[in-house]
Every structure is written in C-alpha cells, then in structure tokens.
C-alpha cells in the first residue's frame, strides 16, 4: 500500500509539474493544475500517515527515507506561506497600498495585477512541486 500510494504521490506532482509548468509559461489559469496539486498535497500527507503508522508498528525504515518522506510536507507548508505572500508582493512592486486600492484602478490595470500575482502563486508552487518530486524520488530510492 506504502508503495502505490508513493507512485500516486509521483504522478499527481507529476502531471501538476509539467501542467502547471506548461500554464506558467504560457500564462494560463488552471483549475487542473490547482486541483492536481491539492491532490498530491493530501496524498504525502496521507503517505507520510502511513508511513508513521508502519513506524509506529515496528516496521522500522530507512532514516533517511522518513526524512526525504517527510520534507514534501514542509516545502508545501512553505510554499504556501510564499504564494500567500505573492499578492503583497506584486502590490507592494507597484506602490499599491491594499486590495481595496485595487478596485479603484481602471478595469484593465486591474486585470493586469490580478494575471501578475496567479503568474507569481503558480510560479512558486511550480517550483515547490519540482522540489517535491526530488524529494520523493529521493525518498524511493532511498527505502
């Protein structure tokens, strides 16, 4: 079970990796990509679960292998704060002292924030996932 919810883990970080890559680029929103993500996010929680509980039972791993198990759930907790912290970022890049402030732009100058900070959100998540399937190749090769 350990081992298919591990390739699960890959493919869903996987395909949000390359289909995320492919939007950033191209400058796309992707409910996909998004949703691909929150997938692979609960599935290494739920592996690094499984892999606590077989710990916890007497299967003893690999310590190295908890630790590569373990880091994906830390860069996405990471990662988050980042991507929260994009919208500020781009604001702050444009002298603009809040949300509200936004709204009093014209239309088109708003379009252009918003576009700006999903550009930065997925862009960090992106490069979060990249990391993540290191990690978790790591952490395969390494059990």
């Not at 299967?59 to 980042?82: C, D, K, M, W």
Request: aromatic share 6%.
């Amino acid at each position: 079970m350990h081992v298919v919810l591990g390739v699960l883990c890959g493919a869903l970080f996987a395909g949000a990796g390359v289909w995320g890559a492919w939007c950033w680029h191209k400058v796309r929103h992707s409910a996909l990509f998004w949703r691909l993500l929150r997938a692979g996010q609960a599935a290494v929680v739920l592996e690094a679960a499984l892999g606590g509980l077989m710990v916890a039972t007497g299967r003893r791993g690999n310590t190295l292998h908890l630790v590569y198990g373990l880091l994906p759930i830390l860069v996405s907790f990471v990662a988050e704060q980042l991507r929260i912290a994009a919208a500020q970022t781009i604001l702050d890049g444009r002298g603009i002292e809040s949300a509200a402030a936004v709204g009093e732009l014209p239309e088109v100058e708003q379009r252009a924030i918003v576009i700006s900070i999903m550009q930065r959100e997925m862009g960090v998540m992106v490069l979060a996932v990249l990391v993540i399937l290191v990690l978790l190749f790591r952490a395969a090769t390494t059990s």
